[in-house]
């Protein structure tokens, strides 16, 4: 594993992760298919398709039009959209007030968020990813975990470093 030297670049990594497909899925026996997103879901089936902001599944499943382990599967998507986008500001909050002792803090947060967006296929296809109600292949999760890795190990390399250079010894006392 390799130290980043600039932790702003752990920013742009981060940002990237809502920028790459996470969950590729087909609904049913082919009755449609979708690429998903964190914050967003591009779905096309029998009925048309569509475009699917996390805001309007919200609202599908707060006004019941969506119900069951759809809405458990969308919520667990939102925790784990929302719980990305706030490991995000923490990571910033933690580079621009140079609290390097404190990045595994944001390292978890976005593993977490992998394990909800990788439990809300589960709840959506089944714990193998796959039955009656289609199949789940959720591509960009494991990213997210390494991604979120990447940040966890950033304070343990700063330390073995430390340990193997300790730098310029201070004056003797000679």
Sequence with gaps: MMRIQDRRLLLVVTFLLFLIPLNIYVIGDWIGTGIQWALFRYQDTSYGTSFITLFREIEYVTSGIIAGKSAVSISLWVAGAFLLVISLITLAMVIAEEMDEHIQVPGLMVIASGILLLLSCMAQYGPLLSGPAGFSIPVGIPLVWAVGWLIFVQNK??????????????????
Aim: hydrophobic content about 10%.
């Design 157 to 174: 390399m700063e330390q073995r470093e430390d340990e193997e250079d300790p730098g310029v010894e201070g004056p003797s006392d000679e």
